[in-house]
Every structure is written in C-alpha cells, then in structure tokens.
C-alpha cells in the first residue's frame, strides 16, 4: 500500500493534455487563435488503493482542480456534480472542462469526466474572483475540539480525524455526525478540493445511523450504496492544515435513496462550505 497522503496529492496534480485544433479552413483558424479557446482536457490518475472501483472524493478533489485551472485567477464558488456510471481504478481519468462564460468576477464551467468512453460524472461549476463585500453570518453553536483521546482513524483520510461519536457502531442514534479533521500542510492550491474529498465519506454512514443493527461497515452484506450526486458550496478562504469541522446532518432515507447535508466550519465556528449530498440506498432482504 502507498502513503495514501502523497497518492493523494499526485491525484490532484492534474495533467494538462493538447486539445483538438481548430475546424475549418485557414482564415477560420487564424481567428480562431486569436481567441482564448473555451475548452481544456486534463488527464488525472487514479487513488493506489484496494478498491476496483473509484472513490467518489476523489472525483470531487479532481473536479475543483480542473475547475482552477480551467480559469486560472477564479476559485470554486459551487460545484454540482452527478455520478453516472462506475469509475474504474486501473484507468485514468480525463476532464474535459468547457466554459460556458468567464468575466472578470464570475465564471461558468461544465466539466465532463470520462475514462475511454464512458463518462463516469459530470459538474457544473461557478467560480468567483475574491472580492471585499461586507460579512454576517448566523451566531454557530461550536463544541470543543475532542482532545487525542477521541482520535478515529479513517481508511481513506490520510490525516487525523477526531470525534466523540461512531460511525461504525450499530445501535440506533439520530442522524447526525460530526468529525473534526486536520491535514499535514498541503501546496496553497489543493486546500478547497481536500475539503471535497472529505465531504463525501460520511454522508450515507450519517443516514443509516438510525437503523438499528447496522452501521456503514455492512455494505454490501446488508445494503448496497453509492453515492449519486453531490453539489458543494465554497463561501470563504479555508485551510485544511487548521481544524475544520465537518457537521453533517441526514433528514431522509426514502425510496432506495437517502439524503444528508452539512457544513465545514472552522475551530472558532467560522462557516467556510456547505455539500449535500444523495445517494442510492437499497436494504438487503433479512
């Protein structure tokens, strides 16, 4: 097994790769480059992890740093992606980024990830240049950082991770979950799309918390789950290398499907994102 921290960071180190020339004759051509052209093609590899199928964060992790470098000088603002078919582990990823508008504030993306010739999710995508405006938030009710004592060390977080509750137990609770997380010091870049991949590994887990006898560990003995769409919205600078708290809520598990929302706030209850998320939850037989 590799040091899933570096695997991580190479993950999101986004290859930039030749687009197609342009169509036409040569005076088509010759406006043609005068013009920024809308459309950038990535190439990304893929998590060295025990999975033949791959994580959805990391998906999300490499749709926000398309998306920067995609417009260079802008950040994400929102993302709102759809998972269509099975990524694969052994092939690498391609995202194919179109802008739709870019001012000198605002820009629009759509961004289609494929692997040969399935496309495997697509997101669109609002960024926004910082800009100064005035600031209020509603008063958070924060609880204290969990000291070392409630350490718990989750397989696919390469970092540390605290809370006071389990995910994985099995007696019925409400469908709530909280998780403090703190990242080693990453490259200035990457710190919006860790926060990404972070958001999608606990909202299903946070909706079966009311089921009794069964936890996030039994999929796929007891239930068969992935996650089908997933939108993110950046509302302030944020650092990962800091505590953040990732506070997540599930109102509903209805018709095969189960819904769960929440927010990252730093240690001091500074709101920085919010994700929803829904995800296909079918219960086996007992």
Request: proline letters at 8%; a neutral charge; one cysteine or more.
């Amino acid at each position: 097994m590799p040091d899933l921290w570096s695997d991580l960071l190479s993950c999101l180190d986004l290859r930039l790769r030749p687009t197609s020339p342009a169509t036409g004759g040569p005076q088509a051509g010759k406006q043609q480059t005068t013009r920024r052209s809308t459309m950038t093609v990535f190439e990304a590899p893929n998590q060295r992890i025990e999975h033949y199928r791959l994580f959805g964060g990391q998906l999300l992790g490499q749709f926000v740093m398309a998306a920067g470098r995609a417009c260079p000088g802008k950040v994400v603002k929102s993302l709102h992606v759809l998972f269509a078919n099975e990524g694969k582990s052994d092939t690498p990823v391609y995202y194919i980024a179109q802008r739709q508008q870019e001012g000198r504030t605002y820009a629009a993306l759509t961004i289609t990830a494929r692997q040969k010739r399935d496309v495997i999710a697509t997101a669109t995508v609002s960024m926004h240049a910082p800009e100064p405006g005035r600031e209020l938030q509603a008063p958070v009710a924060m609880p204290e950082l969990p000291g070392p004592e409630f350490r718990r060390p989750i397989a696919l977080m390469p970092w540390e991770t605290r809370s006071t509750e389990d995910l994985d137990a099995t007696q019925a609770s409400p469908p709530d979950y909280e998780l403090w997380m703190r990242t080693p010091e990453p490259e200035a870049d990457v710190h919006a799309a860790l926060v990404a991949y972070a958001s999608d590994l606990s909202p299903i887990g946070t909706a079966l918390r009311p089921v009794e006898g069964i936890s996030q560990n039994d999929n796929p003995a007891a239930f068969t789950a992935a996650t089908t769409s997933h939108s993110l919205w950046f509302h302030r600078a944020l650092r990962t290398d800091e505590w953040l708290l990732l506070r997540h809520h599930s109102p509903l598990l209805a018709h095969g499907r189960c819904f769960a929302r929440g927010d990252v706030l730093t240690e001091d209850g500074t709101l920085v994102a919010s994700f929803a998320q829904e995800g296909l939850l079918r219960f086996r037989p007992s």
